[in-house]
Structure formats: C-alpha cells, structure tokens
C-alpha cells in the first residue's frame, strides 16, 4: 500500500501524464474526427460506391495473397535462420530489416528499377517488366513489405522455441522438415497467427511502393490508401474519408482479432 500511494503521489509520475493526455487527445481526435463524417450520405458512399467496391476488393484480394506468398517465404527462412547460424549473419540481418526502416518511396523505386525493362530480371527473365503497373505490381509490392516484418517476428518465435521438443522429435525418427509441421508450427501457431496479422495490416495499408511500382490508375491498380490519395488530389473529399473509413473499420477488426488472440494465449 505504501509503494502504490508513493507512486500514485510521485511529482514525475504526475508530470509524465502531460505527453500521455496529448498523444491520447490526438489520438482520439484524430479517429473521432474521421467517424464524425460518418453520416447517412457517408454511409451510402461506403456501401454502394462502385469505385470503394473496386478499391476494397483489390486492396483484401492482393494483400491476402501478398500475406500467402509472405508466409511461404519468411516461415521457411526465419526457421533456418533460427537453427543455424549464417555466415556475415549480421550483414544479412540489416538487409533483411531495410525494407522496415527505409521510406517506402525508396523501396518502391527501388523494386521499379529492379523489375523495370532496362533492370536486371528483366535482362534475364524479359516478361518480368509486364508485371509492373498491373495488380502483379501491387502483390510484388506488399509481399516484400510483408514478408520483412514476418522474418522478423518468426524468426523471434522459433528462436525462442524450445529446443528439448526439436531434439525429442529428432529422436523419434522425424526429419526436420517434418519436425517444423508436426511440432513447432502447431504449438507456435498463436504468435504465429499475430505476426501474420501484423503483415497482413501493413500489406493492405501499403501505399508508397505500391505508387512507385504499380502506379495510381482507377479500377486498375486502386486500392483503398491509392484512393485516398488519388481523390484527395482530385478534390473528391467524399470518396477519400469513404475509403479511410473502408481501413479505419479493417484496421479495428484486425486490431480487435489480435486482442482475443493475445487474451487466449
């Protein structure tokens, strides 16, 4: 009781509150401004707007496979990166985290160059540079964002595993692959479905790269953050708050499945 009233009383305690109101008066007001616009008319844009039709179902449709595409390539690779130790393991690593901290403006001119006619797939596979301004360009884009943050946290859930269920399964006659699917995957499964969800948010949020490698063209490669952008700059205010309204409503679903997901673990 003593400590609880000391620290309830404490003057920095206190004074720490004054950044915490504000970054939660922000916050708030922030997402409270966004739902305020939530009218009947509002309503009626997001339901029955044939382009937030068009956005949303490319923006769940390319994520969702981007997600896919990401847990084919990180899984595997976060596994063995977990088991044994790479050579120049920390070089790997900071290239491995770049996608993470770089803007994504860069990473999308990055990958423009990369698969563009005159890049260097392109010289050895030519049919590459028609992947991109297309939906192709938009997957590209949200699995290499993708796939870099589930890397990171798989590589986290099966380097915390616990070694004695490998080396029992070892000794049992499982091979190491099957060790992984029988035994490490299905007891992991919880954190791993959270870092799926956390990819997956990101995916569907993935704007800059997707601008630079597929481009901002109406019901062609629109998704819900490229119609924002696109009807803000055209000055259709109503079908960019529809939108952010669209992702406002998915990212609270999301947030709300990781929540029961963590309250279960």
């Known amino acids: 009781m003593k400590v609880s009233y000391r620290l309830n009383n404490c003057l920095s305690l206190k004074l720490a509150l004054i950044p915490l109101l504000i970054l939660l008066f922000v916050v708030m007001g922030s997402v409270l401004s966004?739902?305020?616009k939530l009218d009947f008319y509002f309503f009626q844009q997001i339901l029955f707007n044939s382009e937030l039709h068009f956005?949303?179902?490319?923006s769940l449709g390319t994520s969702l496979f981007s997600l896919i595409l990401a847990l084919c390539i990180a899984i595997p690779s976060a596994w063995r990166m977990s088991q044994v130790r790479l050579p120049f393991q920390s070089f790997f690593d900071t290239l491995f985290d770049l996608p993470m901290v770089l803007p994504p403006l860069v990473t999308g001119l990055s990958l423009l160059l990369l698969f563009s006619s005159q890049g260097i797939l392109s010289e050895l596979l030519p049919?590459?540079?028609?992947?991109i301004f297309?939906?192709?360009?938009?997957?590209?884009?949200?699995?290499?964002?993708?796939s870099?943050?589930?890397?990171?946290s798989t590589r986290g859930i099966f380097s915390s595993f616990e070694s004695?269920?490998?080396?029992?399964?070892y000794t049992l006659g499982l091979s190491p692959f099957k060790t992984l699917i029988k035994i490490e995957?299905?007891?992991?499964?919880?954190?791993?479905?959270?870092?799926?969800?956390?990819?997956?948010?990101?995916?569907?949020?993935?704007?800059?790269?997707?601008?630079?490698?597929?481009g901002a063209t109406r019901f062609k490669t629109e998704t819900l953050p490229m119609a924002v952008y696109l009807n803000i700059s055209s000055g259709d205010f109503e079908i960019a708050i529809g939108a952010s309204l669209w992702l406002l409503f998915i990212s609270t679903c999301l947030l709300l499945v990781l929540r029961m997901i963590n309250r279960a673990v």
């Open 164 to 169: 004695g269920y490998r080396f029992a399964s």
């Open 148 to 152: 870099s943050i589930l890397l990171r």
């Open 55 to 58: 956005a949303l179902l490319m």
């Open 34 to 36: 966004l739902i305020a």
């Open 127 to 131: 049919f590459i540079s028609k992947w």
């Open 185 to 214: 995957i299905p007891m992991c499964w919880k954190p791993l479905v959270c870092a799926s969800v956390l990819a997956w948010s990101r995916a569907i949020g993935e704007f800059g790269a997707t601008l630079m490698l597929a």
């Open 134 to 146: 297309s939906p192709v360009g938009i997957i590209i884009a949200q699995t290499y964002i993708a």
